[in-house]
T-cell receptor, first 113, second 114 residues
Framework: DQQVKQNSPSLSVQEGRISILNCDYT??????FLWYKKYPAEGPTFLISISSIKDKNEDGRFTVFLNKSAKHLSLHIVPSQPGDSAVYFC????????????FGSGTQLTVLP | EAQVTQNPRYLITVTGKKLTVTCSQNMNHEYMSWYRQDPGLGLRQIYY???????DKGDVPEGYKVSRKEKRNFPLILESPSPNQTSLYFC?????????????FGPGTRLLVL
């Protein structure tokens, strides 16, 4: 049973437009959420995170929104650039846990020039 | 340069032949983990370690062993590999002294078990 779900395996957007990647979770104990970006033949790299005490966190072109009541978070990329084409993983961690993260299955984003 | 290294990057082996994938980090991180990535399943944690000589099972530990004799190294051992362990493996490390949850990942090891 996947506790972190990314229901869209792929997404294509035009350069300059907004990319919205979605993630749902089922474990109400999760209190910290992250997005990782992965290029082919490389390991994932950290992109942006959000704590459950916030509902929005912004870093340049990247914004993460958290809706705790819906157990949903989303990553917005504005404007999208061809270099953003990668697999994006959503991840979450429960409060008080020393364990590492639970990841979603990933969404392949393709930004078309 | 801060990094996590894994070796080998690619490995083809046969069922039952013991193998070890090494992982090393130069950031003095306490936490280290192993993950496998499979299509449609994302990254699943195999084992993790909170410090030297402290290891625990993740979500999919069957068929794997780990050891943490030194802080910088966290090898993954497959005593008797089977075809269902064909996967892409990532080692990761994290600083336990910061509130940040950022993990640093190695470049990955692609394993094929025939």
């Amino acid at each position: 049973d996947q506790q972190v779900k990314q229901n869209s395996p792929s997404l294509s957007v035009q350069e300059g437009r907004i990319s919205i990647l979605n993630c749902d979770y089922t474990n109400s104990m999760f209190d910290y959420f992250l997005w990782y970006k992965k290029y082919p033949a490389e390991g994932p790299t950290f992109l942006i995170s959000i704590s459950s005490i916030k509902d929005k966190n912004e870093d340049g072109r990247f914004t993460v929104f958290l809706n705790k009541s819906a157990k949903h978070l989303s990553l917005h990329i504005v404007p999208s650039q061809p270099g953003d084409s990668a697999v994006y993983f959503c991840a979450a961690r429960p409060s008080g846990s020393a364990r590492q993260l639970t990841f979603g299955s990933g969404t392949q984003l393709t930004v078309l020039p | 340069e801060a990094q996590v290294t894994q070796n080998p990057r690619y490995l083809i082996t046969v069922t039952g032949k013991k193998l070890t994938v090494t992982c090393s980090q130069n950031m003095n991180h306490e936490y280290m983990s192993w993950y496998r990535q499979d299509p449609g399943l994302g990254l699943r944690q195999i084992y993790y370690s909170m410090n030297v000589e402290v290891t625990d099972k993740g979500d999919v530990p069957e068929g794997y062993k780990v050891s943490r004799k030194e802080k910088r190294n966290f090898p993954l051992i497959l005593e008797s590999p089977s075809p269902n362990q064909t996967s892409l493996y990532f080692c990761a490390s994290r600083d336990a002294t910061t509130m940040k949850e950022t993990q640093y990942f190695g470049p990955g090891t692609r394993l094929l078990v025939l």
